[in-house]
Every structure is written in structure tokens, then in C-alpha cells.
């Protein structure tokens, strides 16, 4: 049986952050009821056609804030998703939360309709830079959402942390990572925030009312935590993600393992068939297309035998493990090794990568310059 | 005969910039040989660069229809580009006319342009007819101008019409002048026909068509000629005249400046200067004909994307077929691939060729900096011809190079001798005099070396003159000169196209520059990239670009997958205009900033 993720996209949020270009709305909890039956629907729609060819293996549940919904629908969702799919036993699924809005309550709820997996958008502990950035919630928050989520019950916890943040410090840095290992926390997600050329904080960087870390201090914010976590037994099994052993998340995984995938709600982008298709943007069109029973896809693209191979090193890459080449080679028909010989030899020679027993993988020190490998590589 | 008496060759002469073209509209206009509504501004100048810029590259013959005390008379004209790198355009047209107009800007007065033209004019027995324009202009010094075209040039202005080409001021005048004082031609028509070729063409259709004056007899369609150059005989399809679009006619005859067709395949066939005769009745001397020109300029000409080398090989032999003073041959750089050698005229005949093969081709072009060619004597008593750098021998082989010397004119407002004058002499100038012509300006000349002038020498000489001075320059001799190549590394490998030929005491400033720029061009790599600027094995200077610190998308998770790989590429695509030079990617457009390190 063929194996599935089943992403759900939460469009709402408390507030929106300035670095934040998901689609994601904060004045239209009006919609939260009609937007919930609309995924439900999608979800009916599409377990017919696929239901009986996969065995569901994560699923997660993003945003925007699925903590914003009401007490009792993300439990519709789940619930939904269980009778139209074939959710297996050790299914890992996600709900992601924000401090903000997480109740005890709503953790509960999760709990019981069989999330075994929390993520907490923490982002930082300094409660001036969680200002500056829109995010609605303090750092106290945070705290508490974890307490609670590990008092419900939730043994497999992800705190988000970002680098790099307007006026961050090294030692921000340093006192969110060792909370965090303090509470024992199983999963760390810390990515250097990407300023996205739409969002509010763009803008401000560039009219010079706020200023950003130099890609050198963010380069070291970035190495510690990874020398830190890693002294601590956490293992980066990809670019931004860190775990302890066998906290790995699957769901992540699957995306850059080139898995199938299929994305529900608002501005879903799903994978099947050697396909990439997306939903429709606009909530209102969503909705609306949704009750005429018809699924709102408005992008559509075939993947070619090239194209998945370009997507399978970048994806690749960015995990630990790298790249099995002999999978690769029966995939794709082509020897990396021979075809890329100058440019691995270039990239060995200069200990930014390493191929051994059959596996070709960036190095610790090269995750950084990670495009720049990857560009040589396809 | 009879006929020949109501025809009139002519060309204008100007220096760049003091109204030719508006005047050749005008002319058009007022003989009513296109009306105003087609008139579209400098008709006569059909390449877009040409109006873009507003010069006249390539010449182009015009007939008009002018009716003076109740006769109609035929008046050719032959627009002529008035760039110094076309002197020798001029020159052609200049020998299928009988007179010359000589447009002087009255606020501007002779230039550099000017008195070369008027001395090829002179040298090829032209009348010509001074004329006056900008008039209208508050800054115009009539007077003044008249006593200096006298003074400088010695021709009489007394009745010199005093026009504005732009408010189509006293144009009949200047049609007048053209109908009384220019010899009309004294051809033979019953003698064997005697063409001369002035200019050629390809037409899609109608293959190389030839522009000619007919001094001789007469030519028709179906006419059997022959090329006396190459003995080559053809039958000719179409004769044709310029008005100022090709019109067939039934035939030209002695005096007649048109077109002949004659299903030619190749331009290279039609060669410019040669004389047309017929091949059942050849005339026994052909006419003088003109001097090979010679390239001046050298530069590589390559692709961003190499695989295009012939799409660039096609473009370089369509523009050689309209203009034969490109010289090509092929050349491979270890850094920028498969390409050309190519020779110029000068710097302006440079820059539009590599802009025609831009835009009327559709290929995106790197050139080298600009080189001259050098007499590089060896020990062992050889002497090789080298434009470009890195095919000079090793030091140890040469017993001296010689390099181009150009002899300047520089005319100039007295207020800017000063600063003219540093400039000449941080070029490696040698005074040679100084003339004041009126009380507004002084003619400068000096010797200077030609790689000097092609390095930065216009730019310069703009910028300290406020734009009011104007050259002219000819190369005089060849002269011995410590000059070195400066070669480039990086990443400790030499990057042949970057090297050039420079003096020795210019090497040290130059290199450092040179490695300034680079260093700013270059982005970040993997790897620390050392940069040095090296004369033999001694590096003279040494810049470092740092090692690319972060390049990574932080997040990368289902959703947006597609969007990631579009980045990737991206990415992909950027490379395919990088350049790699060992272990080193350096964007094309590196190549080209080093031209302009000021």
C-alpha cells in the first residue's frame, strides 16, 4: 500500500506577524464555521477518489493558528479525516499551536481524537523582539503552553525558535536553547527568518526602521544552536530541524523523501502521482467552490522525470542522511558520481560535502551554503 | 550629355552633432521628395541606433527632384557619417560626388570633424559649399564662424547660406547653391560602362545589391557585367534608384547614382571600390578605387551562453556583408569559450557593432577590453602582429614591442587647455603644438599612443571639457615602448580574458584597479577567492572576496516545494551566464566592467 501525508491548512490566526506571508487572516473568525465544513467537504471529496490507495502515515495540522479554531473542530477534522482515510495505528499527527490561543482544553481535545504531537510557535523568549514582530503572545505564554501540553500528556513536543530576529542576541539565543533542553523538549525547529519580500517587516528593513543581525552574526547564532543542541544529543536531520533520537517528524521527513502528499484547506499545495497541485487562495472562493462539490484547485503541474530529480538532490540535501545514490541511480538512471564527477570532486576536496557507504551528504560545517552546493549538484 | 547637365552628386560633410542629417530632411522635404507626413525625423538614418543615437553610421544615397528657373534637376545626395571612425565612409561617398556641402554649427564653429572632412573633400577634388546652420540659436556667431571657416580653412564664405536645418531656415538656398556652384557630371555615355561601387548591401531578396555611381555608358536589367576585381560576370535583375526607398528604374546611365542587383550571392562579391564594367564591352581602366581600411580596435567578442557560437558566427558574417571594415577570426579563451577576434575602426565602431549584434541578433555579447595591435619583434628576428594579450610570447622571446602612435588634434575652448593638457600628458602625450584659431578656441595636437585612446581617452576628455572638446586622431607610426602584460589570477589561475597590454608605469595602477573592480563584481563563492593582478611571475596587486557565509532556505517544507525548485532553477539559470575560470564562477558582466574602471 502506498504511503500518504495529509497536511491541513488553519487559515486564522489572533493577530498576523510582520514576517508572516502565509495566507492567514485575523478579522475573519466569522468564516471559522463555514471554512471547517468546507474542509471537511474537501476531505470527503478527496478520500473517494484516493481513500482506499494509501495508508495515511502523518498527519498535520498548520497555519495560520489551528489553536484559534473553536473547542470541537479540529476533533471534526480529525474525525473526518479518520473515516475517509486509512489513518494507521502509529500515525504521527500534529497539531501546531500558539501560545496565544492554546487552551488546556483544546490540548485535551487533541489528545482524545489521537494527536500524539504538539508544536509550539515559541519563536523567541524576549518579549520586546515578540512585540516588535506582531506576534500576540509573551514569552510567559510559551512557557505555559508547554507546561500545559506536557501536563495533557504530549510526549513528542517541537518548539519553533527563530534566528536571526531584529535586535536578537546571541544570548536570547543561548537562554531560549537551554529552556528548552531544560523542559526536555523532544523536537527544536530553529530557522533563520527569511524576510519575505510582501510582509510588513520587509518594508521596515528596508526604510531602515528596523535593522537585522549581519548574515555573519546570524551564521554564528545558527552554529551555536547547532553545537549546542548536538552536545546536548540532539541530531539536525535537516537544515533547521533538531530531535532527540526517534523524534524525528516523520511528516517533515516525507516532504524531502520526494513522499506523496495531500494538502487540505486554504492554498494546500499537494503531491501525488508525480504531480504538485495547489488550492485556491481566497477564502471566500475556496468556500464557495467547496459546496459546489468542486475541488478549488487553481495550479496544476506535471513534474517531469528532470524537474524530480533536481527536487529529489535539493530536497535530499537538506537531511542528514543525504542522499542514497544507488536509489537515485535506479530512479533516475544516472550516476551521480560519474555525471557530477569534477563538481563532487570540487565539493570533497574543499569539505563541503562527503559520499560514503553510498550516501553523498553536506557536511555539518556546509549546511549553511547548502543553495550553493545544491546548484552544482543539479 | 544634355542630360547630365540637370544632375548634381553631392554629400554633406559635418562634424558630428552640427546638423547633417536634420539638413538632409530638410532637403528631402523641401524638394518634396517624401512628404511631411512620412517624414519621419532623419529619414536617412534607417538603423535604430542611428536615430537612437543620433548619428549616421552607414552612408546613404538619396534622389531628389529640385525645378530651378523652370528646369528640373536631378540632385543626388549622399548622407555620410561623421564620426571619426568613419572617416573612411566619408571618404567612399566622396568619390562618386562632384561637390560637397559643409555644415558648420554657428555656435560651435570648425571642429575636429570638420577640417578632416573638408580635407578629404579637397584631396578628392570636390567643390564645396560652406553652410552656416544653427543660425536661430541666441549662442549662433555667424560672423565669427564665417571669418574662422576662412581663416582655418580658406574657403570663401561671402555667399555661404546662412540656414537653420531644424526651423527649415533658407533650405532653398541652400538647393540653389547646390544647382549653381556644384560641377554637374562629364561622364561618357557612349563610351563602355565604368561603375563605381560606394557602398553594397544584402537584401533577402534580391541578394547583394551594390550602390554606384555610373561614370560611363549605362546599365539595365538583363545587362551583362562584370566585377573587375574578381572577373566575376553576372546578370544584372534590377537597376534601381534611391528615393529614399529603392524604386527599380529602367536604367542609369553616366552621371546616375543608384543600386544594381544581379542575384549576387555574397556581399564579399560586391566589393567596395571596385568598378562595375560591362562584360561584353569592359572599359579598359578601372577607376582608383579606395584603401583597404584598416581596424584600428581589437576586441574578443564571446557569448554569455556558448552554445549560440553560430548564431554569433551567422550575425558577424550578415553585418561584415554590410560592412566590410569588420574583421573577424575566430578565438578561444580558456575562460569565456568559443568566440571571436574582432577589429574595429575605433571605440564608437566598436560599441555599435557589439549593440547591433545585441539587439538585431538577439545574443547577449561579453567583450574583452579593447586592445590595439602591437609589432612584437622576437630574438630570433620574427615579428608578429598581436591585438591580443594573451597570445603574446613569453618575455624571454621578445626583443621589443612596438605600439601604435596616434597623432591627435584636440580643439578646445581655452578654458579647458589645462585640464586637457594633464590629460594628454597622464596619457603618455607628447606636446607636439598649440594654435589658437580665435579667441574661442585652440587647437591642441599631440602624439599619444593608441592603446591610451582606446582605453578611456574620449571619456576623459569629455568630462575635463565640459563636452566642448572634439578630436581627431590618425595613426602615424609605430614606436618602441616598455609595455607589459598585466595578467589576472584568480583563485592562483590566470584568467586569459582578462589580461591586457599596458606601459610599465601605468601596470601598477591599472592592475590595482583592475582588482578593486573585480572584487566588487564577483560575488561571494564557497571558498575565499584571492584576486591578483600579476606582470610576470611578480604580483603587483591582491584583493581577497570572502567566503560566502549563508546561502540557504531555512525553511523548506511541503507547501511550497515548487516555488523552492523555481528558486533552484533560478539559480540554475544564473549560473548559465556565470563564467567558470578554474574553480572560480564569475558573472559575465564582470567581464565587461573592467572596460570602465574610473
Redesign the interface.
Known amino acids: 500500500m502506498k504511503k500518504l ?1 495529509i ?1 491541513v ?1 488553519i487559515p486564522f490566526c489572533l493577530s498576523k506577524c510582520t514576517y508572516c506571508n502565509f495566507i492567514s487572516f485575523c478579522n475573519k473568525s466569522d468564516k471559522m464555521d463555514a471554512y471547517v465544513q468546507a474542509v471537511c467537504n474537501e476531505i470527503k471529496l478527496r478520500g473517494k477518489e484516493h481513500g482506499k490507495f494509501f495508508d495515511v502515515t502523518s498527519v498535520y495540522i498548520g497555519g495560520g493558528s489551528p489553536s484559534v479554531l473553536k473547542e470541537g473542530q479540529i476533533a471534526k477534522i480529525m474525525t473526518e479525516i479518520k473515516n475517509n482515510f486509512r489513518v494507521l495505528q502509529n500515525c504521527e499527527i500534529t497539531i501546531e499551536c500558539n501560545p496565544g490561543s492554546v487552551t488546556e482544553k483544546k490540548l485535551l481535545e487533541y489528545k482524545l481524537v489521537g494527536a500524539n504531537r504538539i508544536s509550539i510557535g515559541g519563536q523567541t523568549l524576549n518579549n520586546d523582539i515578540l512585540r516588535i514582530l506582531g506576534r500576540g503572545h509573551t514569552a510567559d505564554d510559551t512557557k505555559e503552553a508547554i507546561k500545559l501540553a506536557q501536563k495533557v500528556g504530549f510526549e513528542n513536543i517541537n518548539v519553533d525558535m527563530i534566528l536571526a530576529l531584529p535586535h536578537q542576541k546571541m544570548s536570547d539565543i543561548k537562554k531560549m536553547a537551554k529552556f528548552l533542553i531544560k523542559k526536555k523538549i523532544q523536537h527544536i525547529s530553529a ?4 524576510l519575505e519580500p510582501t510582509t510588513p517587516l520587509f518594508r521596515q528593513v528596508k526604510n531602515k526602521q528596523i535593522t537585522l543581525p549581519t ?2 552574526e ?2 554564528e547564532m545558527y552554529n551555536y544552536v547547532f553545537d549546542f543542541l548536538k552536545k546536548k544529543g540532539y541530531n539536525r536531520y535537516e ?2 530541524n533538531f530531535s532527540l533520537p526517534d523524534y524525528e517528524s516523520k511528516h ?1 521527513l ?3 523523501q520526494m513522499g506523496e ?1 495531500l ?1 487540505f484547506g486554504l ?3 499537494s ?1 501525488l502521482n508525480n504531480t ?1 497541485f ?1 488550492n485556491t487562495e481566497k477564502l471566500e472562493e475556496y468556500i464557495d467552490s467547496i459546496e459546489q462539490g468542486k475541488l478549488p484547485i487553481v495550479s496544476k ?1 506535471k513534474i517531469n522525470a528532470n ?1 524530480r530529480k ?2 529529489t538532490i ?2 535530499a540535501l ?1 537531511t542528514s542522511e543525504g542522499l542514497n545514490l544507488k536509489e537515485f541511480d535506479n530512479a533516475f538512471h544516472c550516476n551521480l558520481l560519474t555525471d557530477k564527477k569534477k563538481e563532487i570532486e ?2 570533497t576536496n ?1 569539505n ?1 560535502i562527503s559520499v560514503k557507504r553510498g550516501y553523498l551528504r553536506v557536511n555539518d560545517n556546509a ?9 552544482k549538484l ?1 | 550629355m544634355d542630360r547630365q547637365k540637370n544632375i548634381r552628386n553631392f554629400c554633406i560633410i559635418a562634424h558630428i552633432d552640427h546638423g547633417k542629417s536634420t539638413l538632409a530632411d530638410r532637403l528631402i522635404e523641401k524638394t518634396g521628395t517624401l512628404s511631411t507626413r512620412d517624414l519621419t525625423e532623419q529619414v536617412l538614418d534607417s538603423m535604430d541606433i542611428e536615430r537612437e543615437r543620433g548619428i549616421t553610421i552607414k552612408l546613404t544615397p538619396t534622389r531628389m527632384f529640385y525645378t530651378y528657373e523652370g528646369e528640373e534637376y536631378i540632385l543626388n545626395l549622399i548622407d555620410t557619417p561623421g564620426h571619426v571612425d568613419f572617416t573612411y565612409e566619408v571618404s567612399r561617398s566622396l568619390k562618386a560626388c562632384e561637390g560637397a556641402i559643409l555644415v558648420v554649427d554657428a555656435t560651435q564653429g570648425v571642429q575636429a570633424q570638420t577640417l578632416a572632412n573638408v580635407y578629404l573633400a579637397l584631396e578628392n577634388d570636390l567643390t564645396i559649399i560652406p553652410v552656416i546652420n544653427k543660425i536661430d540659436l541666441p549662442s549662433a556667431r555667424v560672423e565669427e564662424v564665417k571669418k574662422e571657416i576662412e581663416d582655418v580653412i580658406g574657403i570663401d564664405c561671402t555667399d555661404a547660406p546662412l540656414i537653420s536645418a531644424k526651423e527649415g531656415i533658407n533650405i532653398e538656398k541652400v538647393l540653389e547653391s547646390i544647382v549653381l556652384n556644384i560641377p554637374h557630371p562629364t561622364g561618357k555615355q557612349d563610351e563602355p560602362l565604368k561603375t563605381l561601387i560606394f557602398d553594397s548591401y544584402y537584401d533577402n531578396f534580391k541578394g547583394a545589391v551594390s550602390l554606384v555611381r555610373v561614370f560611363d555608358g549605362e546599365v539595365k536589367a538583363g545587362s551583362k557585367i562584370k566585377m573587375m576585381k574578381t572577373n566575376k560576370t553576372y546578370d544584372v535583375t534590377e537597376v534601381g534608384v534611391f528615393c529614399p526607398q529603392p524604386k527599380a528604374v529602367e536604367k542609369l546611365s553616366s552621371g546616375d547614382v543608384g543600386y544594381i542587383a544581379a542575384s549576387i550571392k555574397n556581399v564579399s562579391e560586391t566589393k567596395v571600390g571596385d568598378t562595375i564594367t560591362s562584360s561584353e564591352n569592359p572599359t579598359a581602366e578601372p577607376l582608383s578605387g579606395y584603401k583597404d581600411v584598416k581596424p584600428m580596435v581589437y576586441c574578443g567578442v564571446f557569448l554569455t551562453d556558448g552554445a549560440r557560437y553560430n548564431d554569433l558566427k551567422d550575425a558577424l558574417e550578415k553585418l561584415k556583408l554590410n560592412d566590410d571594415s569588420i574583421q573577424y577570426s575566430p578565438e578561444v579563451s580558456s575562460a569565456l569559450g568559443f568566440g571571436f577576434r574582432c577589429g574595429f575602426l575605433g571605440l564608437l565602431h566598436l560599441e555599435i557593432i557589439t549593440e547591433r549584434l545585441e539587439r538585431e541578433f538577439n545574443l547577449d555579447i561579453i567583450t574583452t577590453a579593447p586592445s590595439v595591435s602591437y609589432k612584437v619583434y622576437k630574438n630570433d628576428g620574427e615579428m608578429l602582429e598581436i591585438s591580443n594579450p594573451s597570445a603574446l610570447p613569453p618575455v624571454v622571446e621578445i626583443e621589443r614591442i612596438e605600439e601604435p602612435i596616434a597623432s591627435v588634434s584636440i580643439y578646445t575652448p581655452p578654458t579647458y587647455v589645462g585640464n586637457i593638457m594633464e590629460l594628454c600628458q597622464g596619457k603618455r602625450g607628447v606636446y607636439l603644438d598649440m594654435q589658437y584659431l580665435d579667441s574661442n578656441r585652440v587647437l591642441l595636437t599631440y602624439e599619444i599612443p593608441l592603446n591610451e585612446i582606446v582605453y578611456d581617452f574620449f571619456d576623459g576628455l569629455k568630462s575635463r571639457s565640459k563636452g566642448y572638446a572634439s578630436l581627431d586622431y590618425e595613426i602615424n607610426k609605430y614606436q618602441k615602448s616598455d609595455l607589459v602584460k598585466l595578467d589576472i589570477l584568480l583563485n592562483n589561475e590566470k584568467c586569459d580574458a582578462l589580461s591586457i597590454i599596458v606601459h610599465r608605469d601605468q601596470a601598477y595602477n591599472r592592475g590595482k584597479k583592475l582588482a578593486e573592480k573585480l572584487k566588487e563584481v564577483i560575488p561571494r563563492q564557497l571558498f575565499e577567492l584571492p584576486i591578483q593582478a600579476c606582470i610576470g611571475a611578480k604580483v603587483i596587486a591582491r584583493e581577497t572576496v570572502k567566503a560566502m557565509r549563508k546561502d540557504v532556505l531555512a525553511k523548506c517544507y511541503g507547501g511550497d516545494i515548487s516555488r523552492k525548485r523555481k528558486l533552484l532553477e533560478k539559480q540554475k539559470e544564473g549560473k548559465k551566464r556565470m563564467r567558470q575560470v578554474g574553480s572560480v564562477e564569475i558573472p559575465s558582466e564582470a567581464f565587461m566592467s573592467i572596460l570602465k574602471l574610473d
Open positions: 501525508s497536511y491548512h530557522y533563520s527568518l527569511i548574515e555573519d546570524s551564521v537544515v533547521s517533515n516525507n516532504y524531502w502528499y494538502a492554498a494546500g499545495h503531491f504538485r495547489a503541474e524537474q533536481d527536487e535539493m530536497l537538506r570540487f565539493l574543499h563541503f549546511f549553511y551554503v547548502l543553495n550553493s552546493i545544491i546548484a543539479v
